[in-house]
T-cell receptor
Framework: QKEVEQNSGPLSVPEGAIASLNCTYS??????FFWYRQYSGKSPELIMS????GDKEDGRFTAQLNKASQYVSLLIRDSQPSDSATYLCAVNSGGSNYKLTFGKGTLLTVNP | DAGVIQSPRHEVTEMGQEVTLRCKPI?????LFWYRQTMMRGLELLIYFNNNVPIDDSGMPEDRFSAKMPNASFSTLKIQPSEPRDSAVYFCASTYPPGDYNGYTFGSGTRLTVV
């Protein structure tokens, strides 16, 4: 059973701070890693993808991947109240298999 | 692009009734996925299709659930008979052809309540 684990939170940070969200996965052969944001009552939307070890930056978001430790994280700099949502980590095992295994998500609250 | 379109948005039905959920993937996407989301279990993959062919249905809970994809632009998920434990949000998602994989695009979901 391939698993993706996240701290359910809630993670509470003040506006302007850095929010750090973490995820571990069990399948060592995993190839692709994604972070989705889900607002309450809405569908998940893709915010970051990462495929290689190291950091990938996109605006205020930085995804970090360490395949040796089977660990992926998302940093949100200058957090805004509009960032308050559940963040879902998703992992793909690669090859011709396009299905994603999702963690249960971390609820982030950014306080004004 | 209209995105992934699901219908209905909300469905309330009585236990024992048949429920049909519908999905239109993004044009050009050849992989389609049905997920179920609950507070307790999170997002669970039910079934996925590649080029209209079911590839993995190991997540389908039991024989009461069935899914079809008769063509590249339409898929259905049917529950018959429905039970209260089927209450959840059901998402459909689609993705690009091979070689350009960048995660899924989700539809808005169908919130199913079985009473």
């Amino acid at each position: 059973q391939k698993e993706v684990e996240q701290n359910s939170g809630p993670l509470s940070v003040p506006e302007g701070a850095i929010a750090s969200l973490n995820c571990t996965y069990s399948d060592r052969g995993s190839q692709s890693f994604f972070w989705y944001r889900q607002y309450s009552g809405k569908s998940p939307e893709l915010i970051m993808s990462i495929y290689s070890n190291g950091d990938k930056e996109d605006g205020r978001f930085t995804a970090q991947l360490n395949k040796a430790s089977q660990y992926v994280s998302l940093l949100i700099r200058d957090s805004q109240p509009s960032d308050s949502a559940t963040y879902l980590c998703a992992v793909n095992s690669g090859g011709s298999n396009y299905k994603l295994t999702f963690g249960k998500g971390t609820l982030l609250t950014v306080n004004p | 692009d209209a995105g992934v379109i699901q219908s209905p948005r909300h469905e309330v039905t009585e236990m024992g009734q048949e429920v049909t959920l519908r999905c239109k993937p993004i044009s050009g996407h050849n992989s389609l996925f049905w997920y179920r989301q609950t507070m307790m279990r999170g997002l669970e993959l039910l079934i996925y299709f590649n080029n209209n062919v079911p590839i993995d249905d190991s997540g389908m809970p039991e024989d009461r659930f069935s899914a079809k994809m008769p063509n590249a632009s339409f898929s259905t998920l049917k529950i018959q008979p429905s039970e209260p434990r089927d209450s959840a949000v059901y998402f459909c998602a689609s993705t690009y052809p091979p070689g350009d994989y960048n995660g899924y695009t989700f539809g808005s979901g169908t919130r199913l309540t079985v009473v």
